[in-house]
């Protein structure tokens, strides 16, 4: 699981890549505040792992983009906000 914290905004972000019983792949994101039980998920179905890998970069990539920090696994930090 990749995980991004904005800060200022207390926002955060979340996605994993998933496989599922029969073998197909999907990305779970999560967001919502900080420190808030509300948030939002989405899964996208993704035809391969590849697919699914390219598709985590392109959201890192935007969430750097936004001044989001990443955190936990998967980021080489384990300082959980």
């Given at each position: 699981?990749?995980?991004?914290v ?20 999907s990305?779970i994101?999560a ?20 697919a ?12 750097r ?8 696994e998967g980021?080489?930090s384990?300082d959980?906000?």
């Amino acid at each position: 699981m990749l995980r991004w914290v904005h800060v200022q905004k207390q926002r955060y972000y979340q996605a994993d890549l998933m496989e599922d019983l029969l073998g197909g792949w999907s990305v779970i994101t999560a967001w919502g505040g900080l420190g808030s039980r509300l948030g939002r998920m989405r899964t996208h179905w993704v035809e391969t792992r590849e697919a699914g890998e390219q598709r985590l970069r392109e959201i890192a990539e935007r969430r750097r983009r936004h001044g989001y920090q990443p955190r936990g696994e998967g980021a080489g930090s384990q300082d959980q906000p």
